[in-house]
């Protein structure tokens, strides 16, 4: 490594950390960064896009990432012969040839050693934990454990997404390197199935009353459907099973199919261990509109979906319209495309074939005008079966690691329950500083001291549960949308597109789509607005309420509204809107009332408001507790002076 960076660098090269490591998954990024010199470097960064592709913007970054590549390469995250082929593709930028003979005797790790930046934290954190638990007094111990509880139940979300017989079930068992999922025992395509680690279990979930009942309205706009869900409901309890009998429960052939709601599989495996659940989700073009939205919500709260499609038959038409749309209304989330069975065909190929997906996918991006990060794999499970060195489905792993635990949100994560530990101690640390502080004083006044403090605490208080009662009832308040004006929307668009058909014969229905689609649109954005300005109005009232002075900011996330209304688009093409008043509001009133408006109860927006609500007005109102005890300042000093110590080198530790 070290040679061909100073064939690269010369006397360029300076002082470099060779062990530097910056996982890289996308060759073309790579052969981007490898073609850099001391010959072309300065064209090179005069070029804004070569800039912005490589968020770099000198000399000294590219070549820490060349690094970064050349230990990609040797941890076999990166194919040699991959990289040569974008290579050629850059021979005009004055490539040096050493780099093609180093990419031809390249040596690959059999193993990659995994970095796990959550765990390393978590660990850290269990520590201080298991310290302060013996220091902190009881009321922070509570909040202490509450802290700790987050952290122990912090979930990561891998969901796997694709067209029927994509190979999801395959590709999952890989991952997990056990063989659970087969062609016998997989849940059907029209169950979403969440596996998590757990003791050996299968728990199947059926459909309330009023759940059933949506599907059948829904079910009844599609002639197909309307027969499947023509049947009564039936309740069923939640069933617990195991893998040779839960065909019985998803099978087509099975009379409680219909009833099935999702599944959850609890595996005890070593991938699952820390806290990974994996969502298998059902088919994306289902007629069925609330299963179809179960499914996007799923996708939505996941760290990262994998979209699978067959190597032989990459990107249908039916894949860029999920893609397109995927990317348009999550443009953060880290998206994998997943090339699988590509055993079926050669490694040239598999290396043009990613080529060609990359620049079709990356075509339709630019005509959407949409900016997605995303990663491409070429996987076969039949090959990694036979040796588990080669092929691509290791990189997948370690990208799936870093999503996971070596991200940004994960640090952010660690880091914030990292920062409540650390308040905790500050208001420890108050407290045995006030206490500190009596005890220097003579035993009449300091008795005298810890009376004050306990009238001065019995008025607090009294002032705290006041206050504490406003809070509560500012924790319990929810919002939601008042579906009561869909049903008048439905009605008045039914009226009016009837009398459009009596008066006009040539009515089409896609000017009938436009008017119901800008009637959502009006009252939507009009109920965003509305209960936005509430949502602000109410938490400036209870802040000013308790006195709360640190600032929080709220983010409304209107983009989710388009995807609500790319969503009602596609389910109107699917059904003819030119019939009688009464069927055309029947119709809207079946799409209305099940689509998807979990948007406007703000669930996402209130757990964060109550939670900084929550925090703030423990560490204002908080009163420490002041107990009797003997009078011996001496010893009680020493005792808490070496609690202040002990807590001190905790919060640095922490930092």
Request: overall charge negative; proline content about 1%; glycine content about 2%.
């Given at each position: 490594?070290?040679?061909?960076?100073?064939?690269?660098?010369g006397?360029?090269l300076?002082?470099?950390?060779?062990?530097?490591k910056?996982?890289?998954?996308?060759?073309?990024?790579?052969?981007?960064?490898?073609?850099?010199?001391?010959?072309?470097?300065?064209?090179?960064?005069?070029?804004?896009s070569y800039?912005e592709?490589l968020?770099?913007?000198?000399?000294?970054e590219?070549?820490?990432?060349q690094?970064?590549?050349l230990?990609?390469i040797?941890?076999?995250l990166?194919?040699?012969?991959?990289?040569?082929?974008?290579?050629?593709k850059?021979?005009?930028?004055?490539?040096?040839?050493?780099?093609?003979s180093y990419?031809?005797?390249a040596?690959?790790?059999?193993?990659i050693?995994?970095?796990?930046?959550?765990?390393d934290?978590k660990?850290?954190l269990?520590d201080?934990?298991?310290?302060?638990?013996?220091l902190?007094s009881?009321?922070l111990?509570?909040?202490?454990?509450?802290f700790y509880k987050q952290l122990?139940n912090?979930?990561?979300?891998?969901?796997?997404?694709?067209?029927f017989n994509?190979?999801k079930?395959?590709?999952?068992n890989?991952?997990?390197?056990?063989?659970?999922?087969?062609?016998?025992?997989a849940?059907?395509?029209?169950?979403?199935?969440?596996?998590?680690?757990?003791n050996e279990n299968?728990?199947v979930n059926?459909?309330?009353e009023?759940?059933f009942?949506?599907?059948?309205?829904?079910?009844?706009?599609?002639?197909?459907l309307?027969?499947?869900?023509?049947?009564?409901?039936?309740?069923f309890?939640?069933?617990?099973t195991?893998?040779?009998?839960?065909?019985n429960?998803?099978?087509?052939?099975?009379?409680?199919?219909i009833?099935?709601?999702?599944i959850?599989?609890?595996?005890?495996?070593?991938?699952?261990?820390?806290?990974?659940?994996?969502?298998?989700t059902p088919?994306?073009?289902?007629?069925?509109?609330?299963?179809e939205?179960a499914?996007?919500?799923?996708?939505?709260?996941?760290n990262c979906?994998?979209?699978?499609?067959s190597?032989?038959?990459?990107?249908s038409i039916?894949?860029?319209?999920?893609?397109?749309?995927?990317?348009?209304?999550?443009p953060n989330?880290?998206?994998?495309l997943?090339?699988t069975?590509?055993?079926?065909?050669?490694?040239d190929?598999?290396?043009?074939?990613k080529?060609?997906?990359?620049?079709?996918?990356?075509?339709?991006?630019?005509?959407?005008?949409i900016n997605?990060?995303y990663e491409?794999?070429?996987?076969?499970?039949?090959d990694?079966?036979?040796?588990k060195?080669?092929g691509?489905i290791?990189?997948?792993?370690?990208?799936l690691?870093?999503?996971?635990?070596?991200?940004?949100?994960?640090?952010?994560f660690?880091?914030n329950?990292a920062?409540k530990?650390?308040?905790?101690?500050?208001?420890?640390?108050?407290?045995l500083?006030n206490?500190n502080?009596?005890?220097?004083?003579?035993?009449?006044?300091?008795?005298e001291k810890?009376?004050?403090?306990?009238?001065?605490?019995?008025?607090?208080?009294?002032e705290k549960?006041?206050?504490?009662?406003?809070l509560?009832?500012?924790?319990?308040k929810k919002?939601s949308?008042?579906?009561y004006?869909?049903?008048?929307?439905?009605?008045?668009q039914a009226?009016?597109?009837f009398?459009?058909l009596?008066?006009?014969?040539?009515y089409s229905?896609e000017?009938?789509?436009?008017?119901?689609?800008?009637?959502?649109?009006d009252?939507?954005?009009?109920?965003?607005?509305?209960?936005?300005?509430?949502?602000l109005n109410d938490f400036?009232?209870i802040?000013?309420?308790?006195?709360i002075?640190?600032?929080f900011k709220?983010?409304?996330?209107?983009l989710a509204?388009?995807?609500i209304?790319d969503?009602?688009s596609?389910?109107?093409?699917k059904?003819?809107?030119?019939?009688k008043?009464?069927?055309?509001?029947?119709?809207?009133n079946?799409?209305?009332?099940?689509?998807n408006l979990?948007?406007?109860?703000?669930?996402?927006?209130?757990?964060n408001i109550?939670?900084?609500?929550?925090e703030e007005?423990?560490n204002?109102?908080?009163?420490?507790e002041?107990?009797?005890?003997d009078?011996?300042?001496?010893?009680?000093?020493n005792i808490?002076?070496?609690k202040i110590?002990k807590?001190?080198e905790?919060?640095?530790?922490?930092?």
């Amino acid at each position: 490594m070290q040679e061909l960076l100073q064939d690269f660098w010369g006397d360029l090269l300076g002082v470099l950390d060779y062990k530097y490591k910056n996982n890289i998954f996308n060759p073309e990024l790579a052969a981007l960064i490898l073609c850099a010199n001391e010959q072309n470097y300065k064209e090179l960064l005069s070029l804004k896009s070569y800039k912005e592709f490589l968020k770099s913007d000198n000399f000294y970054e590219i070549k820490m990432l060349q690094i970064g590549v050349l230990n990609s390469i040797k941890d076999n995250l990166l194919n040699p012969n991959e990289l040569c082929y974008y290579l050629e593709k850059l021979k005009d930028l004055k490539l040096k040839n050493s780099i093609f003979s180093y990419l031809s005797t390249a040596k690959q790790d059999d193993k990659i050693e995994l970095s796990n930046h959550f765990i390393d934290e978590k660990n850290k954190l269990k520590d201080a934990y298991n310290e302060l638990k013996n220091l902190l007094s009881a009321d922070l111990k509570n909040k202490l454990d509450e802290f700790y509880k987050q952290l122990e139940n912090k979930e990561f979300k891998i969901a796997f997404s694709g067209i029927f017989n994509a190979g999801k079930s395959s590709l999952i068992n890989a991952l997990l390197e056990r063989d659970f999922l087969g062609v016998s025992n997989a849940p059907e395509t029209a169950n979403l199935s969440i596996i998590s680690y757990g003791n050996e279990n299968i728990k199947v979930n059926f459909y309330n009353e009023s759940e059933f009942n949506a599907l059948k309205t829904q079910a009844s706009l599609n002639e197909e459907l309307n027969k499947i869900f023509s049947v009564d409901f039936k309740a069923f309890k939640s069933v617990e099973t195991n893998f040779n009998e839960l065909y019985n429960y998803t099978s087509a052939n099975s009379k409680m199919s219909i009833f099935v709601k999702d599944i959850n599989i609890y595996l005890d495996n070593e991938y699952l261990k820390n806290n990974i659940s994996i969502i298998d989700t059902p088919g994306l073009d289902d007629v069925v509109i609330s299963r179809e939205q179960a499914s996007k919500e799923f996708l939505k709260k996941a760290n990262c979906v994998l979209y699978l499609m067959s190597s032989t038959q990459a990107l249908s038409i039916k894949d860029l319209d999920f893609l397109i749309t995927y990317a348009k209304n999550n443009p953060n989330s880290k998206l994998v495309l997943a090339l699988t069975k590509s055993d079926l065909i050669s490694l040239d190929e598999q290396i043009k074939l990613k080529d060609y997906v990359k620049t079709r996918f990356n075509n339709e991006l630019k005509k959407e005008d949409i900016n997605i990060n995303y990663e491409l794999f070429c996987l076969s499970v039949n090959d990694y079966k036979k040796d588990k060195k080669k092929g691509e489905i290791n990189a997948l792993k370690a990208y799936l690691n870093d999503v996971c635990f070596n991200s940004i949100s994960s640090y952010d994560f660690t880091k914030n329950i990292a920062d409540k530990f650390i308040n905790l101690i500050d208001l420890e640390l108050h407290y045995l500083e006030n206490i500190n502080n009596s005890l220097l004083l003579d035993k009449n006044d300091f008795l005298e001291k810890i009376r004050q403090i306990k009238e001065e605490n019995l008025k607090k208080i009294e002032e705290k549960n006041k206050l504490e009662n406003n809070l509560n009832d500012y924790l319990s308040k929810k919002y939601s949308f008042n579906y009561y004006e869909l049903k008048f929307l439905a009605k008045n668009q039914a009226s009016r597109l009837f009398d459009e058909l009596n008066y006009d014969k040539n009515y089409s229905n896609e000017l009938a789509k436009r008017v119901i689609m800008q009637g959502f649109k009006d009252l939507l954005n009009a109920s965003f607005s509305s209960m936005q300005n509430i949502i602000l109005n109410d938490f400036n009232a209870i802040k000013e309420n308790l006195d709360i002075k640190k600032d929080f900011k709220i983010t409304f996330d209107k983009l989710a509204l388009e995807e609500i209304f790319d969503e009602l688009s596609s389910i109107l093409d699917k059904f003819s809107l030119l019939d009688k008043e009464n069927e055309i509001e029947n119709k809207l009133n079946a799409i209305y009332t099940n689509i998807n408006l979990n948007l406007f109860n703000f669930t996402d927006i209130k757990n964060n408001i109550n939670s900084f609500l929550k925090e703030e007005f423990f560490n204002k109102y908080h009163i420490e507790e002041v107990k009797n005890t003997d009078f011996d300042n001496e010893n009680l000093l020493n005792i808490n002076i070496k609690k202040i110590e002990k807590l001190q080198e905790i919060k640095e530790k922490l930092k």
